[in-house]
Nanobody, 115 residues
Framework: QVQLVESGGGLVQAGGSLSLSCAASGRTVNIVSMGWYRQAPGKARELVYTITTSGRTNVADSVKGRFDISRDNAKNTVYLQMNSLKPEDTAVYYC?????????WGQGTQVTVSS
């Protein structure tokens, strides 16, 4: 089992910045990648940014150049820096940890960008 604890998020005006962090605990040795997904009202959950233990990243086109992900493997923590935020970035952001055959999810944190 892997437990994920998220922090960060909140309300910001368009053009502003926010940061998220997610700390994993439990059987973290099997984690292959960590990252963030988001879900806006009435929409499906979508990939935002993920990073593997070796540093390989996968990023959504919609956030490329505005968001950045980093990972502290020693702390089993992943960080998401969100810059130049837009109203369409408003969503619940979920931390994800992937181990072969299973996805673990955090409880979600709300990010609201006002216009």
């Amino acid at each position: 089992q892997v437990q994920l604890v998220e922090s960060g998020g909140g309300l910001v005006q368009a053009g502003g910045s926010l940061s998220l962090s997610c700390a994993a605990s439990g059987r973290t040795v099997n984690i292959v990648s960590m990252g963030w997904y988001r879900q806006a009202p009435g929409k499906a959950r979508e990939l935002v940014y993920t990073i593997t233990t070796s540093g390989r990243t996968n990023v959504a086109d919609s956030v490329k150049g505005r968001f950045d992900i980093s990972r502290d493997n020693a702390k089993n923590t992943v960080y998401l820096q969100m810059n130049s935020l837009k109203p369409e970035d408003t969503a619940v952001y979920y931390c994800n940890a992937y181990v072969p055959g299973w996805d673990y999810w955090g409880q979600g944190t709300q990010v609201t960008v006002s216009s």
